[in-house]
C-alpha cells in the first residue's frame, strides 16, 4: 500500500513526504467524505496546520475535493482520476444524511444542466442532497 499511495503522489505531481503519505491514505480509506478535524483527531500527532496544508496541496493537484454541505464545516473526498491542477472532473451532487451526518459523493449521478441568462457565468456549481443515507434509511 506504501508504494501505491506514493505513486499516486508522484503522478500528481506532490513530493511524497511522511504526512501527505498518512494524509492520503487515510483519505483512500474513507466511504465519506470527512472534515479537518477528523482527519486530525485520527492522524494524531500531525498537526492541524499540517493537515490543513496537505488537503490545499492534494485540492490544487486535483487529488481531493472540498465539499460544502451546509453544515458550515467543508469536507473534503477524493477525486476522480481525470481531475488534475487545471481543473476538477468529477462534477457530481454530494448528499448529506440528516441522521448520521455523513456527506457521500455520488459520482454516478449527473447534475443537470442549467440555462442562465446571457450575462450569467457559472463558475461552480454545488448540488447537495439532503435526506436518509441508505444505512440510516434501513433503521428508520
Known sequence: MKAEVENILISKEINP??????????????QAA????DIERELTPIDRVSVYRTLKTFQEKGL??????GTGVPKYAMCAEECDS???QDLHPHFYCSSCRETFCLPATTIPTMKLPESFRA?????????????CNSIA
Open 64 to 69: 481531493v475535493h472540498s465539499i460544502e454541505d
Open 86 to 88: 487545471q481543473a476538477h
Open 123 to 135: 463558475e461552480e456549481v454545488d448540488l447537495i442532497i439532503k435526506g436518509l443515507c441508505n444505512k
Open 34 to 37: 470527512t472534515s479537518l478535524s
Open 17 to 30: 513526504t511522511p504526512n501527505r503519505m498518512l494524509v492520503l491514505n487515510f483519505m483512500l480509506d474513507q
